[in-house]
């Protein structure tokens, strides 16, 4: 038998081609989240798997508007490459996109062998390593919520929300979904196989939220990724919009994204809802003697997030447009708190103990990339575990009380400068990768304050 026919890429090779499948799409997230990618003929693939797939490093580097940010080792190094190699393990079919799978890429600096800095994939693997050094594997459930807009031709943005319907906050059918965007949406979901189990109508008009099962952290990240990519794909192919921007609407609330966090304590796969371990491990949060019914490691973690909160915001809120998200009243976190089953906190306990005790982490935004901030998230709560440090007293009653909270930065130069501060957190992250996402999103900042907004014009040229 040859060579060529014992690559490890001719088993899933045989099984694409039987399933009619000629193209393999290899993705990877950008420092922003959004899905960089190549489409691969199947005949091609052992070779891609061999000698990888070369991109510009560069591409961490650039802006939503195509401006490439002048980060360390990219325009000053001469714009050299980053080498992706696919992912096998993670190929599926696309149900929508007929002959062509999907799978994930793992991103290599070819000068050195080792993975790229700024890769958000490998971001989070080096944070789960050092939880595994002290016995942790932390399991997360994503919650993500969207908006859906269609063509409105003439208005300023060109997009209007979807079924603009009030009122119909947690609710299914035509009521509130006129198209049935939904159903159609959970069914090629489904097909896809990314482990989403429901979704509703959420608060505003064109607004969803859809929910993905618990798993340990890294594939509920890949989840989380892919579900947004699919999310945008769908949307497009009928030709409307979907945006996980934080608030695209000065009339409508903004769009959250949600961590249910527990940890096992082996490498069970965390399987089950709130994190118990289909493979036998146990869940670390839960101690039924403890105070709150939380264990040492649990009430640790809350402290971890509430420490680094400010420096997790840059990760957690990661646009000028994120902070519109936050205020009073609009059930986005601002302060830094936590509750036992009080939706107004940071950190909300759910009132489930025993294998479903867990942190929901409540002040990610729907734009955020699900690798950073997941990884962010877990390495606060490492830092509260090796700490030792008890949480202050839980959050009684409705919150957004300045007097008894302290306030998140209020914009992002804020968030910015808290990360650069959080040397504790830079360090579990990575220098090089914190000193990257600094620069770009000072330029991101920076961009913005230069740039006349409408509101601008409408309220000061008529007048002064």
């Not at 001719?10 to 499948?21: C, K, N, S, V, Y």
Request: proline letters at 7%; glycine letters at 10%.
């Amino acid at each position: 038998m040859s060579a060529s026919e014992t690559h490890p890429a001719h088993r899933h090779m045989d099984r694409l081609a039987a399933e009619g499948i000629d193209v393999v799409r290899v993705t990877y997230p950008d420092l922003i989240g959004s899905d960089r990618a190549r489409d691969v003929l199947l005949d091609h693939l052992p070779s891609a798997c061999d000698h990888g797939l070369a991109f510009c490093r560069a591409v961490y580097h650039t802006s939503p508007q195509g401006d490439v940010v002048p980060v360390a080792g990219g325009l000053d190094a001469g714009l050299p490459d980053i080498c992706v190699r696919p992912d096998l393990d993670t190929l599926t079919a696309l149900p929508w996109e007929p002959g062509v799978a999907s799978c994930l890429g793992d991103v290599t600096d070819p000068a050195t062998g080792r993975p790229a800095p700024e890769s958000p994939r490998d971001l989070l693997r080096t944070v789960l390593d050092r939880c595994a050094q002290h016995g942790l594997h932390p399991v997360i459930g994503p919650e993500l919520e969207y908006f859906l807009c269609e063509p409105a031709p003439g208005t300023p943005t060109g997009w209007r929300r979807y079924d603009e319907a009030a009122g119909v906050v947690y609710t299914a059918g035509l009521r509130a979904d006129g198209d049935n965007h939904l159903l159609r949406t959970l069914r090629q979901l489904r097909e896809l196989g990314i482990g989403v189990t429901n979704g509703n109508h959420e608060f505003d008009g064109g607004q969803f939220e859809i929910n993905l099962t618990h798993t340990d952290a890294m594939d509920a990240a890949d989840r989380s990724f892919r579900f947004k990519s699919a999310i945008k794909e769908l949307a497009r192919k009928e030709g409307r919009l979907a945006t996980f921007m934080a608030k695209p609407f000065n009339d409508a609330g903004g769009s959250g994204f949600h961590l249910h966090l527990s940890c096992v304590t082996d490498a069970g796969d965390g399987t089950e809802e709130g994190g118990s371990a289909g493979g036998g491990g146990a869940n670390a949060f839960d101690d039924p003697s403890a105070p709150y019914g939380l264990s040492a490691a649990a009430r640790h973690a809350v402290a971890g997030v509430l420490a680094h909160a400010p420096a997790l915001t840059a990760l957690a809120n990661p646009t000028v447009n994120s902070f519109k998200r936050f205020g009073p009243d609009t059930l986005a976190p601002w302060l830094v708190d936590w509750g036992l089953d009080n939706r107004s906190a940071l950190v909300r306990i759910p009132p489930e103990r025993g294998p479903g005790a867990r942190l929901e982490v409540r002040l990610g935004d729907a734009s955020a990339n699900p690798y950073l901030m997941i990884a962010g998230t877990i390495a606060a709560a490492l830092l509260g575990v090796l700490a030792g440090e008890e949480p202050p007293a839980p959050l009684e009653g409705y919150g957004y009380d300045t007097a008894r909270s302290a306030l998140l930065p209020q914009n992002l130069p804020a968030a910015l400068d808290a990360l650069e501060a959080d040397t504790a957190l830079a360090d579990v992250l990575g220098k090089e990768f914190t000193a990257s996402y600094l620069t770009y999103k000072r330029d991101e900042v920076a961009r913005f304050q230069r740039h006349v907004t409408d509101w601008e014009f409408t309220e000061y040229a008529f007048h002064l």
